[in-house]
């Protein structure tokens, strides 16, 4: 399938809606436009239906709707279970409880990431025998409170920035995107972290590599901020899928705090590049947000390979231990 001038299908029409299928039916779609970009996470009594990022549209559904990430519920009968692992309840909700940190953030993530932080941490002290789930909902409601009433807001401004970190981050991450020149969506990323490569360099021509972190900050404060405070499901919707469609904090390879330093580690990225294109652009537009997004998922996300090359590459900037992620969120 070759995407048209615009990077969009050719078979797309005006109301951006497949003609092959208006006309012919499903019957007559590939396999592909079939069921991409729609996914499961499967387990043995239960479904979890969701979408791959790194189709545009599915990106601009997910962003634009305030409503797009409500849960719903159907129930189907069949005779056996699903031949999967049956789905760990602590599991699950230690993940419902993650998704509704983010939710009651707002446009305020880094104070939702901070939260999960301190979530995480006291989770880790909860015994797992002994009123688990009573000692986790007074945690949980704790952490809320916090949150809600302003405490993070104040614990988070008093952590100063490492500027040596964000920037090592964002270098080794676009030496790594070099190496995607192959990919579909490479020329859309590349684009916009060319954009990021022109602030950065103007800062080490001073070697004064805090210069344009500052500057990308300055940018999403006085600017992208007020932008979201207008739209405030936007980024909110696209955290809240991550830790949906990742089960965040649960994956088996590794612990839920590194997950949360990985995850605070893309989303430090994202929102970098968002910066740096409004910086030398002028304006904030949703469509450059989706065009980040989805092309950084078509690259990083494709493939279960593809997804762990990419995090190791953010590992190696870690610096002491996963609570590092902090200094991301200044």
């Known amino acids: ?113 901070y939260a999960l932080a301190s979530f995480l941490l006291g989770a880790e002290r909860v015994s797992p025998e002994e009123d688990w789930l009573v000692q986790m909902e007074h945690h949980f409601s704790d952490v809320l409170n916090n949150l809600t009433q302003g405490e993070i807001r104040l614990q988070l401004d008093q952590v100063k920035p490492d500027y040596n970190l964000q920037w090592s981050l964002l270098l080794r991450l676009q030496s790594w995107f070099s190496t995607m020149a192959d990919k579909r969506a490479f020329p859309t990323l590349n684009h916009y972290v060319n954009k990021l490569i022109y602030i950065q360099a103007e800062g080490a021509k001073t070697d004064d590599v805090s210069q344009p972190m500052i500057r990308l900050d300055n940018v999403w404060q006085k600017q992208v901020m007020p932008w979201l405070a207008e739209r405030p499901w936007i980024m909110n919707n696209y955290i809240q899928y991550r830790i949906y469609d990742d089960f965040f904090p649960n994956n088996e390879n590794r612990s839920p705090l590194l997950s949360l330093y990985l995850l605070t580690a893309e989303w430090f990225l994202l929102k970098s590049l968002i910066a740096a294109n409004v910086e030398l652009v002028g304006t904030v537009s949703e469509e450059d947000i989706i065009n980040i997004i989805y092309s950084y998922h078509s690259i990083t996300k494709h493939t279960p390979q593809s997804v762990m090359a990419f995090l190791a590459e953010i590992d190696k900037v870690k610096v002491n231990d996963d609570l590092s992620l902090i200094y991301l969120l200044k």
């Open 1 to 113: 399938m070759k995407l048209n001038a615009s990077g969009n299908c050719a078979f797309m029409d005006e109301n951006r809606l497949c003609k092959v299928h208006s006309r012919l039916g499903a019957a007559a779609l590939s396999n592909t436009c079939a069921t991409y970009p729609r996914a499961a996470n499967t387990f043995k009594y239960e479904q979890q239906k969701t979408l791959a990022l790194s189709c545009p549209e599915a990106t601009r559904q997910l962003l634009a709707s305030p409503d797009a990430m409500l849960f719903g519920e159907s129930i189907r009968q069949q005779p056996y279970g699903n031949k999967a692992k049956d789905l760990d309840q602590q599991k699950k909700l230690l993940n419902l409880m993650c998704l509704n940190i983010i939710k009651f953030s707002g446009i305020h993530l880094d104070e939702g990431f």
